[in-house]
């Protein structure tokens, strides 16, 4: 009986030794490290690459809970998890370091999971651990780059953020010290940019050193544009002269690499260097991280110079604008958003950082200018062209200020319309321009008065004589006749002196007149169009400053005429004038001139002016052109008929016409040199 219920006994022992031995077999097979353990959490077995990997025997290894092959900080996280595990008998995974044989922690991705009996018991623990410590390494340089490049993106301080990278570099690739040597290459030197591992005695003695090949390999890195790793400073023949060598091995320092920080124009902005305690050549690991530190390093370095240069520039324009008393702003119509600058706050008197929207700028727009303002606005709403514009504000003192402002219409990528304009403060010209003005006028009546005083006088005196001799000869040719017997002879010959001085007087008026009429006017080719041009361009400022514009439409390939430039100049300015005196109180519409030259049929050319002004009665169209008819206080009504007989004496014609719109159209024509002569009879 006995041997019946031995016999399978052994046989279910041999079975399960053979499953075990089976186990063993497997477990063993796996090429990543496996560890064995009983429901209670005893280490029963390891299989060969675990105990390679931690160098350490069966025995030792049973122990692991009270010695080092798990990192002490990540220990009681380890004992917890699996402590659960064992209660609930669930699969569970931990991340964790482990010691490797060298005394190296690396990561692991632990996994245990029970094995059950048939009835399920757990009969054993399998514990897998996978090697994350790459990918683990991979991750935390990702994180660490991100924070880096936040920090970049975030335009902190340059300082902090070359220290931020020495100490990634520094807790990443552990035992090294890490430096950012900034290059100035008018000296050209180094100072340093950040080392925060670095002592003072080491840092003060390299700041301002010379680039020069000698100085070590920072600076050898720097003049070569490329990588240079001094693998031991104390025996390498290369470093034996250099300058770093003392400095370094009195630091106890060996090894040195040196990269240079490359901007993305290729120049050299400083160089990244790694220092080791021991000789030694980087890893590929190191290298990695070195190429993604001076990737940073050389962003954040020409992000900041960049900025600086910006900030200068945008110091050295906003001097520019209050030196000139211009300001700009941008306005983006689609959304009217206005972009304002100091220079512009300050003319307006606006309150520094106010949001400024058209509706703010329209408080402070001159009354009388408000029409405008608004006719300007909505054709730049309407249009995409460039536009000038001259315009007064009323400030809360009701001061008034002048203001010339040009600006430029633009799209931005979307195509949105955006004007760029420049606006500049012209009081102190203005007033300086109008008091000038007030002087030449005054100046002028002066002259008229005295000229016109002179010209009296002259003929008072050069008439005066002949009259006052026809006078006195009449009385005494009266008294002779009177006589008893009449003196006949006497009276015939004081009646001769008689007709002498009349003749004399009225020599005098012939020679007033010959005075006044156009005998000698030069003749020369003239063009019409180039003569418009040069009299706008002279009375430019009285233009502006009665805020009118001028347009001109002028013919192509005008035939010249044959005249007296200055005079046609003359006629030229004369309605230029009108016209603007025409406008100077319309408020309402664009005080625009317009000047036009065409050909017309029999070889004539004209000229017309049109006004936007007040324009006449139909009744007064035929004085226009008479002498001395003026509607103006200090007009004399002498420009229009001096025009006209101007333009008389070229063999032209000059006349008046209402405009469909407001104000008039003057215009005069004149004949026109054909094929090189002139078409002008008695020219
Ligand atoms: P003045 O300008 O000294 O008055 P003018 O002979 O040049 O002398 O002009 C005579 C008059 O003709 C003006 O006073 C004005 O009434 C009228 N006149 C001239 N030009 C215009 C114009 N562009 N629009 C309306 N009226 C005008």
Redesign the pocket.
């Known amino acids: 009986m006995e041997g019946d219920f031995r016999e399978p006994l052994k046989r279910a022992e041999e079975a399960l030794r053979a499953r075990e031995f089976d186990f063993q077999l497997i477990v063993d097979s796996i090429p990543a490290p496996v560890a064995v353990i009983t429901p209670t959490g005893e280490v029963e077995t390891l299989n060969q690459p675990c105990l390679e990997y931690f160098g350490k025997t069966l025995e030792e290894l049973k122990g692991w809970s009270s010695s080092d092959p798990v990192h002490p900080e990540d220990l009681p996280h380890v004992i917890e998890v699996l402590t659960h595990a064992l209660e609930t008998g669930q699969t569970y995974e931990v991340e964790s370091r482990h010691r490797r044989f060298d005394g190296i922690y690396r990561w692991f991705h632990v996994r245990g999971f029970p094995l059950k009996d048939t009835e399920g018991r757990i009969l054993r623990w399998c514990v897998l651990l996978t090697d994350i410590d790459d990918r683990k390494r991979a991750e935390a340089q990702l994180a660490g780059e991100k924070r880096l490049l936040e920090m970049v993106a975030s335009g902190g301080q340059l300082r902090d953020l070359l220290i931020a990278l020495c100490r990634f570099v520094e807790d990443t690739a552990a035992d090294c010290k890490c430096g950012i040597y900034l290059i100035d290459w008018s000296g050209p030197t180094f100072h340093t940019g950040a080392a925060p591992s670095m002592p003072a005695t080491f840092n003060d003695a390299l700041d301002g050193l010379t680039v020069e090949a000698s100085a070590g390999p920072c600076a050898l890195a720097a003049l070569t544009r490329s990588q240079v790793i001094a693998e031991d400073l104390e025996s390498d023949l290369h470093w034996q002269q250099s300058l770093i060598r003392p400095l370094a091995l009195g630091h106890g320092l060996r090894a040195q690499w040196s990269t240079p920080i490359c901007s993305r124009d290729g120049s050299v902005l400083g160089t990244f260097a790694v220092f080791q305690h021991g000789p030694a050549i980087p890893s590929q690991i190191q290298q990695d991280l070195i190429a993604q530190v001076t990737h940073i390093a050389s962003i954040a370095i020409e992000r900041a110079s960049n900025e600086e240069a910006l900030r200068r520039s945008a110091a050295f324009l906003a001097q520019a604008q209050q030196l000139s008393r211009t300001g700009s702003f941008s306005w983006r119509v689609g959304t009217d958003e206005i972009t304002w600058s100091a220079e512009l706050y300050r003319i307006y008197e606006f309150e520094p950082g106010a949001t400024i929207t058209l509706e703010v700028i329209r408080t402070r727009v001159h009354p009388e200018d408000l029409t405008l303002y608004e006719m300007m606005i909505e054709q730049a709403r309407n249009g995409a062209d460039d536009f000038e514009w001259q315009y007064r504000l009323l400030m809360p003192d009701q001061s008034i200020k002048y203001m010339h402002a040009v600006a430029q219409a633009t799209r931005d990528s979307g195509g949105r319309l955006e004007y760029i304009a420049a606006v500049r403060d012209v009081t102190a010209r203005r007033l300086s321009d109008e008091a000038l003005d007030r002087a030449r006028s005054e100046f002028a009546r002066v002259a008229r008065v005295m000229s016109l005083g002179a010209l009296t006088a002259s003929i008072a005196h050069e008439v005066n004589q002949p009259l006052s001799g026809i006078i006195t000869n009449a009385s005494t040719c009266m008294r002779m006749l009177d006589a008893e017997p009449p003196n006949v002879d006497g009276a015939r010959e004081t009646a001769k002196r008689t007709i002498r001085d009349g003749r004399r007087a009225a020599d005098v008026i012939t020679r007033l007149r010959a005075l006044f009429t156009n005998k000698d006017a030069a003749m020369d080719l003239v063009d019409l169009n180039e003569a418009t041009r040069e009299v706008i361009a002279l009375s430019r400022s009285e233009l502006e400053r009665n805020r009118v514009t001028t347009r001109t439409e002028l013919a192509d390939e005008l035939p010249p005429v044959t005249g007296d430039r200055v005079q046609l100049q003359q006629v030229i300015l004369?309605?230029l004038?009108?016209?603007s005196?025409?406008m100077s109180h319309v408020d309402d519409r664009h005080r625009e001139l317009l000047f036009r030259t065409e050909v017309e049929e029999g070889d004539r050319v004209r000229l017309s002016v049109q006004?936007a002004?007040?324009?006449?009665q139909p009744q007064?169209l035929d004085r226009?052109f008479q002498t001395f008819?003026?509607?103006?206080e200090e007009?004399?009504?002498?420009?229009?008929?001096v025009?006209h007989s101007i333009i008389e004496n070229h063999s032209g014609r000059m006349w008046?016409t209402p405009n469909d719109g407001p104000?008039?159209t003057?215009s005069f024509s004149i004949p026109c040199v054909v094929d090189g002569k002139p078409d002008v009879e008695g020219f």
């Open positions: 004369n309605l004038r009108n016209g005196d025409a006004d002004g007040i324009g006449f007064s226009l008819y003026t509607t103006k007009g004399m009504g002498i420009g229009l008929a025009s008046a104000g008039v003057f």
